[in-house]
């Protein structure tokens, strides 16, 4: 079975500082795909950004990036230069690119909080 | 623009009574799935549909039940059977990115509570 752990349950960053939120994974699929979601206040769940388990290079969006560490089974997210619109809860999720089903497993996430 | 549409937003229920969440989507995927989030948790699968006229257990299945009459619409019924039905549910169905990879896109989501 999948397996998501995000070990942080709350994170402070200072406004324009950067902030790594970590994430682990375990799966014994050799094909699988890492998420991360943001979660504002609303409760939208928005996409940030995505890695293949056979992608070479890490992900990067904008301000967001990915350290994926295969052989340590992590993934955690990279956010530079954080802004207050930052502040969230931040989730890490896996999905098994080789079962042809697209659904996904959730750590229970990060809250960030950004401080002016 | 493609999306998918929860509603209500936000519902009230009286233990003992049923309740239908409803999602439409225009993405024009197969698939669709119901996540529900309770505070501090991460998303839990309830329900999934691969396929029009066919859906599929999650992680968490009892006391919800489902249908897939059209590819547009996966309602979903918190039963009276669900002890613990306060919750945030979620509805997703995949987006393919110019990148090429699917990612899950989520409604806004529909928030209920037991009275």
């Known amino acids: 079975a999948q397996k998501i752990t995000q070990t942080q349950p709350g994170m402070f960053v200072q406004e324009k500082e950067a902030v790594t939120l970590d994430c682990t994974y375990d799966t014994s699929d050799p094909s699988y795909g890492l998420f991360w979601y943001k979660q504002p206040s609303s409760g939208e769940m928005i996409f940030l950004i995505y890695?293949?388990?056979?992608?070479?290079q890490n992900a990067t969006e904008g301000r967001y990036s990915l350290n994926f560490q295969k052989a340590r089974k992590s993934a955690n997210l990279v956010i530079s230069a954080s802004q207050l619109g930052d502040s969230a809860m931040y989730f890490c999720?896996?999905?098994?690119?080789?079962?042809?089903?697209?659904?996904?497993?959730f750590g229970k996430g990060t809250k960030l909080s950004v401080i002016p | 623009d493609g999306g998918i549409t929860q509603s209500p937003k936000y519902l009230f229920r009286k233990e003992g009574q049923n309740v239908t969440l409803s999602c439409e989507q225009n993405?024009?995927?197969?698939?669709m799935y119901w996540y529900r989030q309770d505070p501090g948790q991460g998303l839990r699968l309830i329900y999934y549909?691969?396929?029009?006229?066919?859906?599929q257990k999650g992680d968490i299945a009892e006391g919800y039940s489902v249908s897939r009459e059209k590819k547009e619409s996966f309602p979903l019924t918190v039963t009276s059977a669900q002890k613990n039905p306060t919750a945030f549910y979620l509805c997703a169905s995949p987006f393919g990115r110019d990148s090429g990879a699917n990612v899950l896109t989520f409604g806004a989501g529909s928030r209920l509570t037991v009275l």
């Open positions: 549909s691969q396929i029009v006229n066919d859906f």
């Open positions: 999720a896996m999905r098994d690119t080789g079962a042809g089903s697209y659904q996904l497993t």
């Open positions: 890695q293949g388990s056979y992608d070479q």
């Open positions: 993405l024009n995927h197969d698939a």
